[in-house]
């Protein structure tokens, strides 16, 4: 998430999944821009509910 947006992948933004028994996911941005700015926090569904993460600054300078 992004700002409280949900994002959306695409040619720039790529999200990694686990591989094997690794359990961390990995966003990716590429060619990053100064909108690319913002707060990041990352949020997790299944059928017993849901968590989000902290947010994460990031600044792009």
Do not use: H, W
Request: glycine fraction near 6%.
């Amino acid at each position: 998430m992004k700002d409280d947006n949900e994002l959306t992948p695409n040619d720039r933004i790529q999200v990694t999944a686990p591989i094997g028994n690794d359990d961390k996911y990995t966003l990716i941005i590429l060619n990053v821009q100064p909108e690319d700015e913002g707060e990041y926090s990352a949020k997790i569904s299944n059928f017993g509910g849901s968590l989000q993460s902290d947010k994460c600054k990031v600044i792009v300078s």
